[in-house]
C-alpha cells in the first residue's frame, strides 16, 4: 500500500503495571507510524493509568471503563466502539510486538478479499527466562476454517482485522466466554473471509504461569461444548468433515484433565474407551507419568 492506513490498538487492562511499559514502548517503537492506542482501563486499582498518562504522545488515547468486568471480550467490544482505524489490532499488556509487525503486515490487505492477517509467534517462558516459537511449520492462507477447526494456529498477539470485514459480522467478540472468544472468533470470522499470514515471528507471548487458559483449563473445556452446540447452527461449519471430530477433542481434553487432577485409578476407563488414534497413544503415555511432570505439560 503506498499510503499507511490508521491501526487502531485495542489495549485491555485490569491492573497491569508490570509489564505495561514492555507493551506500550513495542507499539512505539513499530517502524510503522499511523496507529492509535485505544488503551481500555478496566478500573485499575494499580499504577496503570499513571503509567499510560506519563507518555506524552497525542496516539495515545486513555478510557475509563464505567464499571469492572471480569470478562475482557466484554471490555474489547466496549473498546472496539471507540476505535477510528481501517484496521485493527489486539495487544494485552503482557506481551509485546517485534518491531517491524505492522510494517509487515498491513502490505498483505491489498488482497480485498483478506480480512484478517496474523503471524507466526514466539512464546516467552518468564520463569525459565526463554522463548521458542509456536508452530514452526508455515501457517495456513486462504479460507482456512477447516484447518481452524483441527488446531487454532493464530497467536493472540499476532493478528490484524479489516473494520469493514469486522463489521460484517453479526455480533464481534462473544462476550459470554472467557477463555475461548478469540477461537471463537477466529472460527466465525475464517466463514466469511481469507487469512493471510506472516511466516516469521512478529510478536511475543509471555508465559507467566498466571495466563487464564493455563489456569481455568476447566472453563475452557466447558466453554468449548457450549460453543459446538451453538457452531452446529452454522451451515458452513456443520457441513465440514473436522466440525464432526470437535466432541472427540473435547473429550480428550476432559480425560487429560481428569488424569491430572483425579488420577490413574479414576481416569483408566476413561482412556480404555476412548476410541483408537494418536490422541489415544498421547492419553495412555500421561496415564502413566508422574503427576510431577504432567502438570509441566501446559499446552496438552
Given at each position: 500500500m503506498s499510503r499507511q492506513p490508521l491501526v487502531s490498538i485495542v489495549i485491555n487492562c485490569f491492573?497491569?503495571?508490570?509489564?505495561?511499559?514492555?507493551?506500550?514502548?513495542?507499539?512505539?517503537?513499530?517502524?510503522?507510524?499511523?496507529?492509535?492506542?485505544?488503551?481500555?482501563?478496566?478500573?485499575?486499582?494499580?499504577?496503570?493509568?499513571?503509567?499510560?498518562?506519563?507518555?506524552?504522545?497525542?496516539?495515545?488515547?486513555y478510557f475509563l471503563a464505567t464499571s469492572h468486568t471480569s470478562i475482557v471480550y466484554e471490555a474489547r467490544n466496549d473498546a472496539l466502539k471507540k476505535t477510528n482505524g481501517e484496521f485493527i489490532a489486539f495487544l494485552d499488556v503482557d506481551d509485546w510486538w517485534l518491531p517491524d509487525k505492522l510494517n509487515k503486515q498491513i502490505p498483505l490487505f491489498e488482497d480485498p478479499e483478506v480480512g484478517l492477517v496474523y503471524g507466526k509467534l514466539w512464546y516467552f517462558f518468564e520463569k525459565k527466562n526463554k522463548k521458542k516459537i509456536f508452530k514452526k511449520k508455515d501457517l495456513p492462507t486462504g479460507m482456512i476454517v477447516s484447518e481452524l477447526l483441527r488446531e487454532n494456529v493464530i497467536g493472540s498477539p499476532t493478528y490484524i482485522i479489516k473494520k469493514k470485514a469486522l463489521e460484517s459480522l453479526n455480533y464481534y467478540f462473544n462476550d459470554h466466554f472467557h477463555i475461548i472468544g478469540d477461537y471463537d472468533f477466529y472460527v466465525r470470522f475464517a466463514c466469511k473471509w481469507k487469512f493471510n499470514c506472516v511466516q516469521t515471528p512478529i510478536a511475543v507471548a509471555r508465559i507467566h504461569g498466571q495466563n487464564e487458559s493455563l489456569i481455568k483449563r476447566n472453563v475452557e473445556i466447558n466453554e468449548m461444548k457450549i460453543w459446538y452446540e451453538e457452531a452446529k447452527k452454522n451451515p458452513v461449519l456443520s457441513s465440514l468433515s473436522e466440525f464432526s471430530q470437535i466432541p472427540s477433542k473435547i473429550s480428550y481434553l476432559e480425560i487429560m484433565e481428569s488424569i491430572l487432577q483425579d488420577g490413574f485409578k479414576k481416569s483408566i476407563l476413561m482412556v480404555a474407551e476412548y476410541p483408537l488414534s494418536f490422541n489415544k497413544i498421547k492419553l495412555l503415555i500421561a496415564l502413566f507419568m508422574p503427576n510431577f511432570l504432567l502438570k509441566k505439560i501446559k499446552n496438552y
Open positions: 491492573n497491569g503495571e508490570k509489564y505495561l511499559r514492555e507493551a506500550l514502548d513495542s507499539v512505539i517503537k513499530q517502524t510503522y507510524e499511523n496507529w492509535e492506542i485505544i488503551f481500555w482501563d478496566n478500573q485499575s486499582t494499580d499504577k496503570s493509568a499513571e503509567i499510560f498518562k506519563s507518555y506524552q504522545d497525542k496516539r495515545l488515547k
